[in-house]
């Protein structure tokens, strides 16, 4: 999984980096980019802790990105 772009929009929709479809469940990694969670947990599990983005290390710790969120009220994410 290589290659990202920074996070993207398409119209109201936020796209993922890794997956570059919209993210039905955003969240934020510690180089400030928005992924889609199940994207960047695979992507993390596979090669490590380091951003698809900048490729520098990034912390496993994940943040719901509620800003993106835009139709409907934020709600909790299952632990990965």
Not at 35 to 53: F, K, N
Not at 58 to 74: F, G, I, K, M, Q
Request: glycine share 6%.
């Amino acid at each position: 999984v290589g290659g990202a772009r920074p996070t993207e929009t398409t119209g109201d929709e936020l796209c993922c980096p890794i997956t570059r479809a919209p993210t039905p469940y955003p969240v934020v990694v510690s180089d400030g980019h928005t992924y889609d969670r199940d994207a960047i947990v695979l992507h993390m599990a596979t090669l490590g802790p380091w951003s698809p983005v900048t490729r520098m290390p990034v912390s496993y710790h994940l943040y719901e990105n509620r800003a993106a969120l835009t139709d409907s009220p934020p709600t909790p994410l299952p632990a990965p």
